[in-house]
């Protein structure tokens, strides 16, 4: 059995964002809980090098709309990375959510061979669209978003597999 480029791309996106969502509910709960501002936990890290929980959502999102419009050939949504709250840092992810259930399974199918061109820090990535998508798109969704669950575990929301995997 084979699947589709939009098949192998856009749902495991989805269920992503779609945790991450209900995680940054319970972090806002948390916060208001425990009468913590939410700037302390917006502005946590893992370690001192390491982007704050802010910037590991934005990052999720940056890459889950970069992906589905460049594989579609569609303009990326430019979002001003400014969310200073647990509820803002949800409007960004479900307007995510919404972009890329918004692109069709026609627009993607087809890209693998697509070649993808992306500067990052000075440098050059060139890529074919699956390998785009599997090698670079994956690691960095999985990677900003258990960041950003490991950030608000090891402050105390109480969250578990579970809230990471979601609904699978």
Do not use: W
């Not at 940054?24 to 946590?44: E, M, N, S, W």
């Not at 050059?124 to 994956?138: D, P, T, W």
Request: net charge neutral; aromatic share 8%; glycine share 8%.
């Amino acid at each position: 059995m084979t699947i589709s480029l939009h098949q192998a791309a856009v749902p495991p996106v989805l269920q992503i964002l779609d945790s991450l969502l209900n995680i940054l509910g319970k972090a806002a709960a948390h916060c208001q809980a425990r009468k913590i501002d939410q700037t302390v936990l917006l502005g946590c890290r893992l370690f001192p090098d390491m982007f704050p929980l802010v910037r590991q959502v934005q990052i999720v999102t940056d890459q889950a709309k970069g992906m589905a419009a460049r594989l579609a050939g569609v303009d990326i949504p430019n979002y001003p990375d400014d969310e200073t709250s647990f509820e803002a840092l949800q409007a960004r992810v479900a307007a995510t959510m919404a972009f890329v259930k918004g692109i069709h399974p026609h627009q993607i199918d087809g890209a693998e061979d697509k070649d993808i061109h992306l500067k990052i820090g000075g440098s050059e990535m060139n890529f074919k669209g699956q390998q785009y998508l599997l090698n670079f798109v994956f690691p960095n969704v999985y990677f900003h978003a258990a960041t950003a669950y490991n950030i608000l575990r090891h402050n105390g929301v109480e969250l578990g597999k579970r809230d990471f995997l979601g609904n699978t």
